[in-house]
T-cell receptor, first 113, second 114 residues
Framework: QKEVEQDPGPLSVPEGAIVSLNCTYS??????FMWYRQYSRKGPELLMY????GNKEDGRFTAQVDKSSKYISLFIRDSQPSDSATYLC?????????????FGKGTKLSVKP | DTGVSQDPRHKITKRGQNVTFRCDPI?????LYWYRQTLGQGPEFLTY????????KSRLLSDRFSAERPKGSFSTLEIQRTEQGDSAMYLC????????????FGSGTRLTVV
């Protein structure tokens, strides 16, 4: 079993839909949970991060962490074609500088106009 | 533009040849990381530097791989005697301060070994 599991999709939704992206993990030492967005032929860019359990909202994006279930989610409201990208979850046991990140495989999202 | 520059963007090489990639970080970022991403996978950690010191290396970094960061500025990643399995995107990432969360990635160097 890999440390971080993420359904690679692809996931296709109509414009305006609510998108739910998820990852599960096995290492209970993970404390920092991040979501990156990666456009084709580009490096990943940080969308959001959460420390420990709880929710965090930023505009149309909401990140949730449930440490008891070892499950994290990213919700995108009112999805736009420009949201079409691969979404990667990433985790570490420390702050980003003190440990390397463990990434999921990424979920490829396509938002159709 | 993320501010982290990688060169070249794409490299095609024959098996057995040596290749070198370069990463120019955002100038004040003292932590620099190398990751490798194969098709359909997330990035995997290779190594990282605090200024010029290489502090950690992954088991993925075989003895054919070497990374340097002279004077704590740009970094190079060299692969000797390339193999087809080395074909991947090589990503450089930086952190602006030790307690920062989340990297700034470059656009990567895509290596194709034929």
């Amino acid at each position: 079993q890999k440390e971080v599991e993420q359904d690679p999709g692809p996931l296709s939704v109509p414009e305006g839909a609510i998108v739910s992206l998820n990852c599960t993990y096995s290492n209970s030492a993970f404390q920092y949970f991040m979501w990156y967005r990666q456009y084709s032929r580009k490096g990943p860019e940080l969308l959001m991060y959460t420390y420990s359990s709880g929710n965090k909202e930023d505009g149309r994006f909401t990140a949730q962490v449930d440490k008891s279930s070892k499950y994290i989610s990213l919700f995108i409201r009112d999805s736009q074609p420009s949201d079409s990208a691969t979404y990667l979850c990433a985790m570490s046991g420390y702050g980003g500088s003190q440990g390397n990140l463990i990434f999921g495989k990424g979920t490829k999202l396509s938002v159709k106009p | 533009d993320t501010g982290v520059s990688q060169d070249p963007r794409h490299k095609i090489t024959k098996r057995g040849q040596n290749v070198t990639f370069r990463c120019d970080p955002i100038s004040e970022h003292n932590r620099l990381y190398w990751y490798r991403q194969t098709l359909g996978q997330g990035p995997e950690f290779l190594t990282y530097f605090q200024n010029e010191a290489q502090l950690e290396k992954s088991r993925l970094l075989s003895d054919r791989f070497s990374a340097e960061r002279p004077k704590g500025s740009f970094s190079t990643l060299e692969i000797q005697r390339t193999e087809q399995g080395d074909s991947a995107m090589y990503l450089c990432a930086t952190l602006d301060r030790p307690d920062a969360i989340g990297y700034t990635f470059g656009s990567g160097t895509r290596l194709t070994v034929v």
